[in-house]
């Protein structure tokens, strides 16, 4: 059984979004964190930020595209979980880092924040309603 097939067997809460909605909010958001992250490694690249504040950056990048693999790979909501916890927290420390240097990095991840808060209330969610399966 796939991932992808294994996950939709997996009991979720009555307010989890359809399949299908997933790929185009994910969409818009690689667009926003696409320029937002990517400003925020030209303005290093220029010295005008200090690596201390792209850190985040770099670290939710990788904590975001390992879930995936986490999730339908490993099978394992339970790293999943933990997974987009740090999402979440690196997230924020984005946008608290940046704030001072360029703010509109900040405001215009907004909507990531949001569905990050959202899948990790989802993600924590699944993993409770499932934890006997794991």
């Known amino acids: 059984m796939k991932g992808y097939d ?14 299908w909605l997933f790929g185009p909010v994910w969409t818009i958001l690689y667009v926003l964190i696409t320029v937002s992250y990517g400003y925020a490694a030209f303005i290093y690249v220029a010295k005008q930020i200090p690596f ?17 693999p986490i999730q339908f790979g490993l099978r394992s ?10 999402t979440l927290a690196t997230l924020v420390w984005v946008l608290v880092a940046i704030y001072p240097y360029a703010k509109w ?7 990531y924040l949001l569905w990050v808060c959202f899948a990790t ?14």
């Open 121 to 134: 209330v989802l993600q924590f969610t699944v993993t409770f309603l499932n934890r006997n399966r794991q």
């Open 77 to 86: 909501n339970r790293l999943a979980a933990v997974d987009i916890t740090l």
């Open 105 to 111: 990095v900040s405001f215009i991840n907004a909507p």
């Open 6 to 19: 294994w996950y939709k067997t997996m009991l979720k809460p009555k307010w989890a979004p359809p399949a």
């Open 52 to 68: 201390l504040v792209l850190l985040p950056f770099v670290l939710n990048l990788i904590f975001n595209f390992i879930f995936t």
